[in-house]
């Protein structure tokens, strides 16, 4: 089957670490996106990337990075620069770059704690 | 600049009432609009979404939504509630003048009673 895949299910960070959350997908989407869920607020989009090898900042990418070296994998860093990083995390894709009457696709999400 | 609002955070129902989830928004060109449900611990589901064309959209598991370009509104709504139905629900627009990124409301949470 489809889909998306994200890994770890659950993830721990010690301070001054720098973790980070997998994102496969098979289904031959052009566009991947990382979210941040926090409770009682919507979905924030932190970083996207429209194409391999492309990669642009979305609306709070500040102590987040991120690379696009296959089309398949979009992995997020949650560097130590990040101060408040608990959260449930969620990756996305979506169809052929610049279509965008498509749904996004969601994988099942990497809840990140603090220790 | 893209906003979608969802008015209610909470909506209860009884099983076999009808429900309806509130959802409006504001973009610069024509919307792409989308509903999405989300149930704990799980990413988010696509239910339906509204391109062009009949303003009454048909969707996953007995949904369907109304869209009303005057009121910018996409209300979500199904005929009769199930128990099951009980989830969060996330209103989405996307704006292809805006490379095509999403914004999402803030969810409303749907509790169906027995």
């Known amino acids: 089957d489809g889909g998306i895949t994200q890994s770890p299910k659950y993830l721990f960070r010690k301070e001054g670490q720098n973790v980070t959350l997998s994102c496969e997908q098979n289904?031959?989407?052009?566009?991947m996106y990382w979210y941040r869920q926090d409770p009682g607020q919507g979905l924030r989009l932190i970083y996207y990337?429209?194409?391999?090898?492309?990669?642009q900042k979305g609306d709070i990418a500040e102590g987040y990075s991120v690379s696009r070296e296959k089309k398949e994998s979009f992995p997020l860093t949650v560097t130590s620069a990040q101060k408040n990083p608990t959260a449930f995390y969620l990756c996305?894709?979506?169809?052929?770059?610049?279509?965008?009457?498509?749904?996004?696709?969601f994988g099942d999400g990497t809840r990140l704690s603090i220790l | 600049a893209q906003s979608v609002a969802q008015p209610e955070d909470q909506v209860n129902v009884a099983e076999g009432n009808p429900l309806t989830v509130k959802c409006t928004y504001s973009?610069?060109?024509?919307?792409?609009l989308f509903w999405y449900v989300q149930y704990p611990n799980r990413g988010l589901q696509f239910l339906l979404k509204?391109?062009?064309?009949?303003?009454l959209v048909k969707g996953s598991y007995g949904f369907e939504a109304e869209f009303n370009k005057s009121q910018t509104s996409f209300h979500l709504k199904k005929p009769s509630a199930l128990v099951s139905d009980s989830a969060l629900y996330f209103c989405?627009?996307?704006?292809?003048?805006?490379?095509?990124?999403?914004?999402f409301g803030d969810g409303t949470t749907l509790t169906v009673k027995p």
């Open positions: 289904l031959n989407h052009d566009a």
């Open positions: 989405a627009v996307r704006d292809v003048t805006n490379a095509g990124k999403s914004t």
């Open positions: 990337s429209q194409i391999v090898n492309d990669f």
């Open positions: 996305a894709s979506s169809g052929v770059q610049g279509v965008y009457n498509q749904p996004q696709h």
């Open positions: 973009v610069s060109g024509n919307p792409y």
């Open positions: 509204y391109i062009t064309g009949d303003n």
